[in-house]
Nanobody, 128 residues
Framework: QVQLVESGGGLVQAGGSLRVSCAAS????????MGWFRQVPGKDRDFVAA????????YYADSVKGRFTISGDNAKNTWYLQMNSLKPEDTAVYYC?????????????????????WGQGTQVTVSS
């Protein structure tokens, strides 16, 4: 059974940092492109960050550029989203996702429909 499991969410004060993780099981995702999305109640899920399968290419939403960093450890089948200088508007459920379109390609993907596997999400709350 293919699974992506997020962890590391929690409550943090504005200006603080948090790292969320995405652990994959049931399949090796080292050749997949990965992404992070977030969603607040009543709104669509928004793109946050993406990384190519090799890790050489990353891409960020303008709202998080310069504050968030996406990375991966293929040996551990785990990906990370390091979030610094957090703002209350970063409060959301954060989801990781894996894309077969990215297998051995240098591309990153920003659309939900480009991703095939999703985790269950982890809540990040930033207090003001």
């Amino acid at each position: 059974q293919v699974q992506l499991v997020e962890s590391g969410g929690g409550l943090v004060q504005a200006g603080g940092s948090l790292r969320v993780s995405c652990a994959a099981s049931g399949r090796t995702f080292s050749s997949y492109a990965m992404g992070w999305f977030r969603q607040v109640p009543g709104k669509d899920r928004d793109f946050v960050a993406a990384i190519s399968w090799s890790g050489r290419k990353t891409y960020y939403a303008d709202s998080v550029k310069g504050r968030f960093t996406i990375s991966g450890d293929n040996a551990k089948n785990t990906w990370y989203l390091q979030m610094n200088s957090l703002k209350p508007e970063d409060t959301a459920v954060y989801y990781c996702a894996a894309s077969r379109l990215g297998v051995h390609s240098g591309y990153v993907f920003v659309l939900e429909g480009d991703y095939d596997y999703w985790g269950q999400g982890t809540q990040v709350t930033v207090s003001s």
